[in-house]
């Protein structure tokens, strides 16, 4: 057994924009916990959640890692994530694994795009947060500016718990046990010790009656529900300072950590659901040891040598050595012949997991990401919210270098998405291609050198098309007589439909107006399945239609000649024929994207921008004298943006982009793709 139990534990994901020093901190804060002996750097690849070849090469966090220590009576688990935008989604895998967020935020570059859409996520879903400012041991003078900035941003309820010392050298609490006479950088102890009193009071009533009738001093103690709640409900968000390169601000820090942030019986409970589509129904967990087993795996890792890892986060239950679980609705119960607490990329041994912690199993073929664990048939169809990933806009089509690597390729591939469901594979028939799709270049470009430096498969690739779809635009009727007369058996089948445009996204729908058997019920999924075949090979430019609904409103069968295959055709058929006659058009994908540049560039970059059809939705200008630009742009016009954005701002921009939206793209566009 652990010599914890559930309510020593905290876990903490730490995001946050990249450079930001998250792994720095957490290869700090295992030393001065004396988990590790040898303190390692990320510039000279030898830190411990830094552990993979490629993170040592690249000197970035690529993958989430687990590192966990024990601080005075506590067990900490924390998580590093990537703070580069292409690996967003793999950052955000972890989230549903713990209580709360450990933000880090640069000194110097203040919120950057990650270290919004993480606070943004995290807020989401419920997660108290708390705010680390690192990298102050350079950058002192803005801090105050800073602080503000957070405020505006994400609240008032963001507040100092500690501040730094006039020079810069260590912090001074203003929480546990203040000291009025201490000398801040800024503002000072006592106000800013008044201040969060006051913000965790606020859930409290009849504590600030005490504190205000009798002037009492709260204890820490006293105060700790109240400051749960307040952390629960976003209204408080603490601010430390640190600097993980100096040692400066580590023990405050890690108190912090152990007596403010929730454990997990405090904090937002896990949100479990019971059954299936409208069958859906959110389910309480007890957390209790002594329950049924339920677990929830968040990541895999899969490794040529140690195979499948999952790693889990149990919720209620107990799990041992030599016990016996159900992965989701399976059936076959397989056996645990070991657990594992992960050190960065080694694997300690553990007897038995309790509520609450994170570990992991290795070599179960069957575990995957959001997959449930557990020991009784109770609890299947059991299932946590699918989390809402970012969406893929870049991809790379892919080809085995030598003839015959197909399936290999094709094995490797779903390797890297089972690891990082923000990847995607799409074959393109039409094309004959199989193209990897991710947030960005670099997401797919990591992904492929995994794949062959890790799982030794070497892929040729080349530009894909951009994801161009098809539409229509007006509502049309059409109708096709499928006969064919060949010697032995005949075919017939004869289909009246009308197609309509639908909103943007909505993707498909099919309906069935036959009345009076004029085609037998069993022939109409035949008529669906032709149009979604000609759907997938579109009428202009061989590109995917979407957004249309078809209504079937008529046809005629023949009692011997019809089949499945004559409804098909006849399906396909009038299908394309009413596409011709709705205005059909080709859509091209946008993106929301944010570019931050030194304020000076502003000119330069809009002017760029708008020359390759971007919209200006809005700017805003940042504290530390730069500016975040916020455009939607076709995907198609940002081919080489990142060269285009070095080359204008001398290295100093950075943007990220989500995927917006399908619009019609203008008629040069269409025009050219046609031919
Ligand atoms: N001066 C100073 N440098 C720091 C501090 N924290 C981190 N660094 C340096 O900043 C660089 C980036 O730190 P990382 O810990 O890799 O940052 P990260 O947030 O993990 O970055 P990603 O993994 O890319 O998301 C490294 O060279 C660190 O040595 C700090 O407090 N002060
Ligand atoms: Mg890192």
């Given at each position: 057994?652990?010599?914890?139990?559930?309510?020593?534990?905290?876990?903490?994901?730490?995001?946050?924009?990249?450079?930001?020093?998250?792994?720095?901190?957490?290869?700090?804060?295992?030393?001065?916990?004396?988990?590790?002996?040898?303190?390692?750097?990320?510039?000279?690849?030898?830190?411990?959640?830094?552990?993979?070849?490629q993170?040592?090469?690249h000197?970035h966090?690529l993958e989430?890692?687990?590192?966990?220590?024990?601080?005075?009576?506590?067990?900490?688990?924390?998580?590093?994530?990537p703070?580069l935008a292409d690996f967003f989604g793999r950052a955000l895998l972890?989230?549903?694994?713990?209580?709360?967020?450990?933000?880090?935020?640069?000194?110097?570059?203040?919120?950057?795009?990650v270290?919004?859409?993480?606070?943004?996520?995290?807020?989401?879903?419920?997660?108290?947060?708390?705010?680390?400012?690192?990298?102050?041991?350079?950058?002192?003078?803005?801090?105050?500016?800073?602080?503000?900035?957070?405020?505006?941003?994400?609240?008032?309820?963001?507040?100092?718990?500690?501040?730094?010392?006039?020079?810069?050298?260590?912090?001074?609490?203003?929480?546990?046990?203040?000291?009025?006479?201490?000398?801040?950088?800024?503002?000072?102890?006592?106000?800013?010790?008044?201040?969060?009193?006051?913000?965790?009071?606020?859930?409290?009533?009849?504590?600030?009656?005490?504190?205000?009738?009798?002037?009492?001093?709260?204890?820490?103690?006293?105060?700790?529900?109240?400051?749960?709640?307040?952390?629960?409900?976003?209204?408080?968000?603490?601010?430390?300072?640190?600097?993980?390169?100096?040692?400066?601000?580590?023990?405050?820090?890690?108190?912090?950590?152990?007596?403010?942030?929730?454990?997990?019986?405090?904090?937002?409970?896990?949100?479990?659901?019971?059954?299936?589509?409208?069958?859906?129904?959110?389910?309480?967990?007890?957390?209790?040891?002594?329950?049924?087993?339920?677990?929830?795996?968040?990541?895999?890792?899969?490794?040529?040598?140690?195979?499948?890892?999952?790693?889990?986060?149990?919720?209620?239950?107990?799990?041992?050595?030599?016990?016996?679980?159900?992965?989701?609705?399976?059936?076959?119960?397989?056996?645990?012949?070991?657990?594992?607490?992960?050190?960065?990329?080694?694997?300690?041994?553990?007897?038995?997991?309790?509520?609450?912690?994170?570990?992991?199993?290795?070599?179960?073929?069957?575990?995957?990401?959001?997959?449930?664990?557990?020991?009784?048939?109770?609890?299947?169809?059991?299932?946590?919210?699918?989390?809402?990933l970012p969406q893929p806009i870049f991809g790379l089509a892919v080809?085995?270098?030598?003839?015959?690597?197909?399936?290999?390729?094709?094995?490797v591939l779903h390797k890297l998405v089972a690891e990082d469901p923000s990847l995607h594979i799409e074959?393109?028939?039409?094309?004959?291609e199989t193209v990897l799709q991710g947030l960005g270049d670099l997401h797919v470009q990591i992904a492929l050198e995994k794949a062959n430096?890790?799982?030794?498969?070497?892929m040729?690739t080349a530009k894909p098309?951009v994801a161009?779809?098809?539409?229509?635009?007006?509502?049309?009727?059409?109708?096709?007589?499928?006969?064919?007369?060949?010697?032995?058996?005949?075919?017939?089948?004869?289909?009246?439909?009308?197609?309509?445009?639908?909103?943007?996204?909505?993707?498909?729908?099919?309906?069935?107006?036959?009345?009076?058997?004029?085609?037998?019920?069993?022939?109409?999924?035949?008529?669906?399945?032709?149009?979604?075949?000609?759907?997938?090979?579109?009428?202009?430019?061989?590109?995917?239609?979407?957004?249309?609904?078809?209504?079937?409103?008529?046809?005629?069968?023949?009692?011997?000649?019809?089949?499945?295959?004559?409804?098909?055709?006849?399906?396909?058929?009038?299908?394309?024929?009413?596409?011709?006659?709705?205005?059909?058009?080709?859509?091209?994908p946008?993106v929301?994207?944010?570019?931050?540049?030194?304020?000076?560039?502003?000119?330069?970059?809009?002017?760029?921008?708008?020359?390759?059809?971007?919209?200006?939705?809005?700017?805003?200008?940042?504290?530390?004298?730069?500016?975040?630009?916020?455009?939607?742009?076709?995907l198609?016009?940002l081919d080489?943006y990142a060269?285009?954005?070095?080359?204008?701002?001398?290295?100093?921009?950075?943007y990220s982009m989500t995927f917006?939206?399908?619009?019609?793209?203008?008629?040069?566009?269409?025009?050219?793709?046609?031919?």
């Amino acid at each position: 057994m652990p010599e914890y139990r559930t309510a020593q534990i905290r876990n903490l994901a730490l995001m946050g924009h990249t450079g930001s020093g998250k792994s720095t901190l957490i290869e700090a804060l295992l030393y001065r916990a004396h988990a590790i002996n040898n303190r390692g750097r990320v510039d000279k690849g030898t830190n411990h959640a830094d552990f993979t070849a490629q993170e040592q090469a690249h000197h970035h966090s690529l993958e989430p890692s687990f590192l966990s220590f024990d601080y005075h009576e506590h067990h900490i688990n924390l998580i590093d994530t990537p703070g580069l935008a292409d690996f967003f989604g793999r950052a955000l895998l972890p989230l549903p694994a713990v209580e709360s967020v450990l933000l880090v935020v640069h000194a110097d570059r203040g919120i950057e795009a990650v270290t919004q859409r993480a606070f943004e996520h995290a807020r989401e879903q419920g997660k108290a947060i708390v705010v680390v400012i690192n990298h102050i041991d350079d950058h002192l003078p803005g801090l105050e500016a800073l602080v503000e900035q957070i405020q505006t941003r994400f609240g008032h309820g963001c507040l100092p718990v500690n501040l730094p010392l006039a020079d810069g050298s260590a912090v001074a609490d203003c929480y546990f046990s203040p000291d009025s006479n201490t000398q801040t950088l800024f503002s000072d102890v006592a106000s800013v010790h008044d201040e969060l009193i006051d913000t965790v009071l606020e859930e409290d009533e009849a504590l600030m009656e005490l504190y205000l009738e009798q002037g009492e001093s709260l204890s820490p103690e006293q105060l700790h529900a109240p400051l749960e709640t307040a952390l629960r409900q976003g209204h408080l968000v603490p601010i430390c300072f640190t600097s993980a390169e100096q040692d400066i601000g580590l023990s405050a820090l890690l108190k912090v950590l152990v007596e403010v942030m929730p454990n997990p019986l405090e904090a937002t409970p896990p949100q479990f659901l019971k059954g299936w589509d409208d069958q859906e129904q959110p389910v309480t967990i007890s957390q209790n040891p002594e329950d049924h087993v339920l677990a929830h795996v968040f990541r895999v890792g899969i490794d040529p040598f140690v195979g499948k890892m999952g790693v889990v986060r149990l919720h209620q239950g107990t799990i041992d050595t030599g016990m016996r679980l159900l992965i989701g609705d399976g059936r076959k119960p397989f056996k645990i012949s070991h657990l594992f607490k992960l050190q960065g990329g080694k694997q300690l041994e553990l007897k038995q997991a309790i509520p609450g912690d994170i570990f992991a199993l290795a070599k179960i073929d069957g575990l995957e990401v959001d997959a449930i664990l557990h020991d009784s048939h109770d609890e299947d169809h059991y299932h946590m919210p699918k989390l809402a990933l970012p969406q893929p806009i870049f991809g790379l089509a892919v080809k085995p270098k030598r003839r015959g690597d197909e399936q290999k390729i094709a094995d490797v591939l779903h390797k890297l998405v089972a690891e990082d469901p923000s990847l995607h594979i799409e074959h393109q028939e039409n094309q004959n291609e199989t193209v990897l799709q991710g947030l960005g270049d670099l997401h797919v470009q990591i992904a492929l050198e995994k794949a062959n430096e890790v799982f030794n498969v070497d892929m040729d690739t080349a530009k894909p098309s951009v994801a161009y779809k098809e539409t229509i635009t007006a509502p049309a009727e059409a109708m096709h007589r499928h006969k064919k007369q060949t010697g032995g058996a005949g075919q017939f089948g004869e289909v009246h439909l009308r197609i309509e445009p639908l909103s943007r996204g909505e993707g498909f729908q099919f309906e069935s107006q036959v009345v009076g058997g004029a085609i037998p019920g069993q022939f109409i999924p035949a008529i669906e399945k032709g149009v979604k075949e000609a759907m997938a090979q579109g009428f202009l430019a061989s590109f995917p239609m979407q957004d249309i609904k078809v209504v079937v409103l008529d046809g005629k069968h023949h009692a011997v000649d019809s089949k499945e295959i004559a409804f098909v055709a006849a399906g396909k058929k009038a299908f394309l024929e009413a596409v011709s006659k709705a205005s059909p058009v080709i859509l091209e994908p946008l993106v929301d994207m944010h570019v931050q540049v030194p304020q000076d560039k502003m000119g330069d970059i809009t002017g760029d921008l708008s020359a390759h059809r971007a919209m200006v939705c809005g700017t805003e200008a940042l504290d530390n004298s730069s500016v975040d630009i916020n455009v939607e742009a076709p995907l198609a016009a940002l081919d080489d943006y990142a060269t285009r954005l070095k080359a204008m701002t001398g290295g100093e921009g950075q943007y990220s982009m989500t995927f917006s939206r399908y619009e019609v793209a203008p008629p040069s566009v269409q025009e050219s793709l046609m031919h």
